[in-house]
């Protein structure tokens, strides 16, 4: 028995979903965000409640049912809300400056490294050394933000890099000199 798949799915006022055999649209105030699910579950809307549920029980049914109702929810929270990450530079002269919808990060290479923000997500640059990066799709919004990490990700030593606010790197300590 699911029990993230067979919680049900409130529709605050103000998002509209829309039903169609396994295809869902939700718009809301920030945007429409659609996805086509899988055949085998079944996604129902009853006086602005979502409930989800699947044709049997066999493991990849149960696997989907609830995956399926998390990424709905999650549809429905960015329509609203939105999602956003937070970034910060660590290092000396690491800093980030926002052209545009183009993120220009100086990270101790010798050229400068440009993000272009892809539909549907933006930048902001609030100090130089610490990035947000929001939007309505929270998939998109993590990989966009797991990219700009993977450019020069944290180093245990001196723990200079791009990382998210809420990590906490382990640092290492140094060779040891023989005394």
Do not use: C
């Given at each position: 028995?699911?029990?993230?798949?067979?919680?049900?799915?409130?529709?605050?006022?103000?998002?509209?979903?829309?039903?169609?055999?396994s295809h869902v649209s939700v718009k809301g105030s920030k945007g429409t965000l659609e996805r086509t699910f899988d055949d085998r579950?079944?996604?129902?809307?009853?006086?602005?409640?979502?409930?989800?549920?699947?044709?049997?029980?066999?493991?990849?049914?149960?696997?989907?049912?609830?995956?399926?109702?998390?990424?709905?929810?999650?549809?429905?929270?960015?329509?609203?809300?939105?999602?956003?990450?937070?970034?910060?530079?660590?290092?000396?002269?690491?800093?980030?400056?926002?052209?545009?919808?183009?993120?220009?990060?100086?990270?101790?290479?010798?050229?400068?490294?440009?993000?272009?923000?892809?539909?549907?997500?933006?930048?902001?640059?609030?100090?130089?050394?610490?990035?947000?990066?929001?939007?309505?799709?929270?998939?998109?919004?993590?990989?966009?933000?797991?990219?700009?990490?993977?450019?020069?990700?944290?180093?245990?030593?001196?723990?200079?890099?791009?990382?998210?606010?809420?990590?906490?790197?382990?640092?290492?300590?140094?060779?040891?000199?023989?005394?």
């Amino acid at each position: 028995m699911s029990r993230i798949g067979n919680s049900p799915i409130d529709v605050p006022s103000g998002v509209e979903v829309t039903v169609k055999n396994s295809h869902v649209s939700v718009k809301g105030s920030k945007g429409t965000l659609e996805r086509t699910f899988d055949d085998r579950i079944t996604i129902k809307l009853e006086d602005g409640v979502v409930t989800l549920s699947r044709a049997d029980d066999d493991r990849e049914s149960r696997s989907l049912h609830g995956l399926s109702r998390a990424l709905l929810a999650n549809m429905v929270e960015g329509v609203t809300n939105g999602y956003s990450k937070e970034l910060q530079a660590v290092g000396v002269g690491y800093r980030a400056v926002l052209k545009g919808s183009t993120l220009e990060l100086q990270l101790g290479f010798s050229h400068p490294v440009n993000v272009t923000a892809p539909d549907g997500v933006n930048f902001e640059v609030p100090e130089p050394t610490k990035i947000i990066v929001s939007g309505i799709d929270k998939q998109q919004v993590g990989q966009v933000a797991a990219d700009i990490r993977k450019i020069r990700p944290p180093e245990p030593y001196k723990g200079k890099g791009i990382r998210y606010s809420d990590e906490h790197v382990r640092r290492k300590a140094g060779k040891a000199g023989i005394t």
